[in-house]
């Protein structure tokens, strides 16, 4: 099935160079990708770690339990460039607050009161609880509570935060090695002003619908929208997707080769009442991985898809495809409900956001 796909895959892109008259190396000009990010390696039982070929020594090693791997909180931070003054650790609560981001450090909760648009990124956690906070709101759990161990460090559940805090983060069983990505510097929330993307299959246009009304048609370079030969449905080239909402290309990080894409979105801020937490939360951060059928946000949370999620992402040809949950991820992306639809032939599908 996946030699199908890369076969109409090539034959789209062929149609598009020929129309176009030219191509690029790179599939996605412009987004970052591995060689411009900052990439950083740990190994299970290694007391040491990597960051961009460099290697830093550690007191204790990765581990790790009930299928989560472990890492001391301060080398995390190091890892991802965060300073040590954006990691404080609370004796008296038993809690630890990692920030990053380009905005105002944070105090430990209970402390001085920053408004949610000037806060950095950031995420605290309690010795022994699975409960954890990001930006301000209780809205994850983890599989495997923080522990302390000799000599005194904090061991946290590594993917839960780095990718609460932007970081794409992959693991080879062979080599028992997690390699993390992400931006050298955080880029700014995204602005949205986009209220309606309607894309056709096999089509290298788009029309769209801004929040004041007015309309525009895309010319992409390649189609957006293409056949999906594992049902003859749709899938989506999720990056070409994200831009036509307005996500800037600096917003996305993307390894082709590892198959991870990271979409900067807005301050991940609680924004309704809790009586409708899916619709009103707008994330920080979505991630979207191959081989699985749903993106991730940086509360740890799989963006649930109404209709569910039939097929698995792919990243072919150095691009990244995905049905449903791509088309309907953007609501997340702003933080308000969306409506996805389609005509019954599937020959054009839409996505609006809802007031």
Avoid: H
């Amino acid at each position: 099935m996946k030699k199908i796909f890369a076969l109409l895959l090539a034959v789209v892109m062929v149609t598009t160079v020929l129309i176009s008259g030219c191509s690029t190396q790179k599939a996605y000009a412009g987004v970052i990708g591995p060689d411009q990010a900052r990439v950083a390696k740990f190994w299970i039982g290694k007391p040491f770690y990597e960051v961009d070929g460099k290697r830093y020594e550690m007191d204790v090693a990765p581990y790790v339990k009930n299928d989560r791997t472990m890492m001391p909180a301060r080398f995390l931070a190091y890892s991802l460039g965060i300073p040590e003054e954006l990691v404080q650790w609370d004796e008296g609560t038993q809690s630890v607050l990692v920030e990053r981001g380009p905005f105002q450090p944070t105090k430990i909760r209970g402390g001085e009161y920053i408004p949610p648009e000037k806060r950095n990124d950031g995420i605290q956690m309690w010795v022994g609880k699975k409960d954890f906070d990001v930006n301000g709101y209780w809205y994850g759990k983890f599989d495997v509570p923080p522990e302390v161990i000799p000599p005194g460090r904090t061991m946290i559940p590594y993917r839960a935060v780095a990718q609460a805090l932007g970081a794409l983060v992959f693991w080879d069983d062979a080599t028992q090695c997690v390699t993390v990505e992400t931006w050298r510097d955080v880029p700014q929330p995204g602005a949205f002003n986009v209220k309606k993307v309607t894309v056709y299959k096999n089509q290298n246009t788009a029309d769209v619908v801004e929040k004041d009304g007015s309309s525009r048609q895309v010319k992409t370079s390649v189609p957006v929208m293409i056949t999906d030969p594992r049902d003859g449905g749709f899938t989506l080239d999720a990056i070409e997707w994200f831009k036509l909402w307005g996500v800037p290309e600096e917003n996305i990080l993307y390894d082709p080769e590892r198959g991870g894409l990271a979409i900067r979105a807005k301050n991940s801020r609680f924004t309704g009442s809790a009586d409708d937490l899916a619709a009103k939360v707008a994330v920080g951060y979505l991630y979207f991985y191959k081989g699985e059928k749903e993106a991730w946000d940086n509360f740890f949370l799989k963006v649930q898809v109404n209709n569910g999620a039939n097929y698995n992402f792919i990243a072919e040809n150095g691009r990244f495809y995905g049905g449903s949950s791509v088309q309907s991820s953007v609501a997340k992306l702003i933080g308000k409900p969306g409506k996805g639809s389609g005509t019954p032939d599937l020959s054009k599908v839409w996505l609006e956001i809802l007031d």
